[in-house]
């Protein structure tokens, strides 16, 4: 499902990242991940899918789509509700 039903189906990456985590968690794990994430940057662009939920991007541009129009159609996580105070948002 995730491979084609998610609404990151579309950002390019190796498939393995789209089913599973365990692919960052070795490289993270080995110290790896910086030099991991450069080579999928090399080739596959300076937008790239590294974990099922996760996105790595290179440049500003790339994520100047995601952080700076607010009706981008990109959802944030629960993870942003920490920054939640009083019912203003911070992030």
């Not at 789209?18 to 790896?32: D, G, K, M, Q």
């Not at 991991?36 to 090399?42: E, F, T």
Request: net charge positive; proline share 5%; hydrophobic share 40%.
């Amino acid at each position: 499902k995730r491979l084609v039903l998610s609404p990151l189906s579309k950002v390019p990456g190796p498939a393995i990242a789209a089913t599973t985590r365990l692919v960052l968690i070795y490289h993270e794990f080995t110290r790896n991940r910086r030099r991991w994430i450069h080579a999928l940057h090399m080739q596959y662009g300076p937008v790239v899918r590294i974990a099922p939920n996760e996105v790595s991007m290179a440049t500003w541009d790339a994520a100047k789509e995601i952080y700076v129009s607010g009706g981008s159609g990109y959802d944030k996580t629960s993870l942003y509700k920490l920054f939640d105070s009083y019912e203003t948002e911070y992030v």
